[in-house]
């Protein structure tokens, strides 16, 4: 059935592997990002193959899928008051921001008689999730370290995915320095500093990580190999893990620029073309935006162009190609980042393991 996303275990096992042994190289101890694929726990073990031993996702549903895991379980989004029951049951962990949702996770925790971890995050100018003002990240601490079931872990901080603001050797120095003022409150050290994402790699390559950062949370680069500051891939890795085969509907020669008078899309853009002369010939396969992102998408034969997408229909000029497609031929793509995202968010996209 297709489409069908092939998911290369061997590959994740070894992208994550040359990943998590970089950052102990760094004193540097990974979270497995597992929200790229939904917290599928058979690609989630592939990250406990590779060494690592904690997973973090940013739903607790995820979480629960896998639950059979031999793992410490982060949750890396601040918990939604509702599902504070299902956080303390699935998460042994989990990144906060409010006080509020630490009091209840604190009653749950004793409720349930579990022990919950928690990391106050701490926003360094990206703007998303944590304390701007040191002083109630302070008072947070010394809360949260007095209250019964929950356990103050660390801090962390999180840059780079809303603000696209840049991990910076001032920005660690900055999450080191609290981390030394959120112990000097408590009395007592932090066990962890998560420091960030796969974006915080090329800094910590160029040894731009003070030692009291001692973590990071990786989703990007564990699966592609591929760091986000400069998105270069890491040495050793391979990008191609998802593979996404799709089916052509319709072939036929068409022009390259639409006719009629043309309007914006549902945006509220207007669309451009690129002239590439009046015979092409266009594949329309059986794909749509709501199973894959066009933009972080590449097909293997490098003679296709993909022209865009829209809900339900991918469309794709093969004028280049030295293959001679046929209507019912797959054409496989390989997935990036949002891509795969959506592939395991699609219902329709049936999903395959390889393991060699
Ligand atoms: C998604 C996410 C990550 C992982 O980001 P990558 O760029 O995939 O490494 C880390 N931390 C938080 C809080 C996230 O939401």
């Not at 590779?50 to 601040?78: C, F, H, Y």
């Amino acid at each position: 059935m297709y489409p069908c996303v092939t998911v290369n275990l061997a590959c994740i096992r070894n992208n994550a592997k040359q990943v998590a042994d970089l950052c102990a190289k760094h004193h540097i101890r990974v979270t497995g990002v597992t929200k790229v694929f939904a917290g599928d726990p058979v690609i989630a073990q592939c990250y406990l193959d590779a060494g690592i031993t904690m997973l973090g996702d940013s739903r607790v549903d995820n979480l629960a899928r896998m639950k059979d895991l031999q793992a410490e379980k982060w949750l890396i989004r601040p918990p939604m008051l509702s599902e504070v029951r299902r956080l303390v049951q699935y998460a042994d962990v989990s990144l906060n921001s409010e006080i509020e949702v630490i009091r209840a996770i604190s009653k749950e925790a004793c409720a349930q008689k579990r022990l919950h971890k928690v990391i106050l995050m701490a926003d360094l100018g990206d703007i998303r999730e944590g304390y701007v003002k040191e002083e109630e990240l302070l008072q947070a601490a010394v809360e949260t370290e007095r209250l019964q079931g929950v356990q103050l872990y660390g801090i962390g901080t999180n840059l780079t995915c809303f603000s696209f603001v840049q991990p910076d050797s001032e920005k660690m120095a900055e999450l080191a320095r609290l981390r030394k003022a959120v112990s000097e409150a408590i009395g007592r050290p932090l066990e962890i500093v998560s420091g960030g994402n796969s974006a915080t790699i090329d800094l910590m390559m160029r040894s731009g990580i003070p030692s009291q950062v001692d973590n990071l949370r990786l989703g990007e680069s564990l699966l592609f190999g591929k760091e986000r500051a400069r998105y270069t891939y890491l040495p050793g890795t391979d990008p191609g893990a998802f593979i996404l085969e799709c089916e052509i509907v319709e072939l036929k020669e068409k022009p390259s620029l639409p006719w009629g008078q043309i309007g914006v899309d549902s945006y509220g853009n207007r669309p451009s073309f690129t002239d590439r002369g009046q015979h092409r010939t266009k594949a329309v396969c059986a794909l749509g935006k709501q199973d894959f992102d066009p933009e972080t998408t590449t097909p293997l034969d490098p003679g296709i162009l993909i022209l865009g997408a829209s809900s339900d229909h991918l469309m794709l000029d093969v004028t280049d190609s030295e293959h001679q497609y046929q209507v019912g031929d797959t054409v496989a793509l390989r997935l990036g980042y949002f891509s795969t995202m959506r592939a395991f968010t699609s219902a329709y996209v049936e999903k395959k393991y390889l393991n060699e």
